[in-house]
């Protein structure tokens, strides 16, 4: 596992935060690790989760501003409005 747990998750990449997730999905499947420590990793598994779907709208977001031509072809974008 990447040594990123520290991490703030508000600063993660999309890349960064499935690559921790998918680890922390791994290691509660494989049900070695203590109690104490499955709940603390849950948790964060919980704040990536969020972080990646936080991620994924901002994409949707970009993408249906991208604008088209006349004959249906991309030609632009405009900014996206956040707030």
Same mark, same amino acid.
């Given at each position: 596992?990447?040594?990123?747990?520290?991490?703030?998750? *508000? *600063?993660?990449?999309?890349? *960064?935060?499935? @690559? @921790?997730?998918?680890?922390?999905?791994?290691?509660? @499947?494989?049900? *070695?690790?203590?109690?104490?420590?499955?709940?603390?990793?849950? @948790?964060? !598994?919980?704040?990536?989760?969020?972080?990646?779907?936080?991620? #994924?709208?901002?994409?949707?977001?970009?993408?249906?501003?991208?604008? #088209?031509?006349?004959? !249906?072809?991309?030609?632009?974008?405009?900014?996206?409005?956040?707030?």
């Amino acid at each position: 596992m990447a040594d990123n747990t520290h991490a703030d998750v *508000k *600063k993660l990449s999309f890349e *960064k935060a499935i @690559e @921790e997730l998918e680890s922390i999905v791994k290691r509660l @499947e494989e049900g *070695k690790v203590p109690l104490e420590e499955s709940v603390a990793i849950y @948790e964060r !598994g919980e704040s990536l989760k969020r972080r990646c779907q936080e991620l #994924l709208q901002q994409a949707e977001a970009r993408v249906e501003k991208i604008t #088209l031509d006349a004959s !249906g072809k991309p030609k632009g974008s405009e900014p996206l409005d956040v707030g």
